[in-house]
Nanobody
């Protein structure tokens, strides 16, 4: 069974940083695409970044360019989302998800297994 668990969320002041982790179990990350999405209250789920099996990442949200990066440690079966210079508008529940295809996508329907999400709140 493919399972993903996010962690690392919390309350942070504007300008601060957080690193989210997405730990996979039931499969080996090496061959899979992992997407990071977020959903703010009253808004649709939006793609943030996607990490390919090679470790490259694709950015899908202009608002996070230059501030968020995705990386992975296959030995730990973990993908990370490093978030710097956080802004109040980054407040959302962040999810990681397993890609159905071998390439990155910004569409939620191209992802199958989803984690439970981790809350990120940026506020002073």
């Amino acid at each position: 069974q493919f399972n993903l668990v996010e962690s690392g969320g919390g309350l942070v002041q504007p300008g601060g940083s957080l690193r989210l982790s997405c730990v996979a179990s039931g499969f080996t990350l090496d061959y899979y695409v992992i997407g990071w999405f977020r959903q703010a209250p009253g808004k649709e789920r939006e793609a943030v970044l996607c990490s390919s099996s090679s470790g490259d990442s694709t950015n899908y949200a202009d608002s996070v360019k230059g501030r968020f990066t995705a990386s992975r440690d296959n030995a730990k079966n973990t993908v990370y989302l490093q978030m710097n210079s956080l802004k109040p508008e980054d407040t959302a529940v962040y999810f990681c998800a397993l890609g159905v295809y071998s390439y990155c996508s910004g569409y939620p329907w191209d992802f199958s297994s989803w984690g439970q999400g981790t809350q990120v709140t940026v506020s002073s």
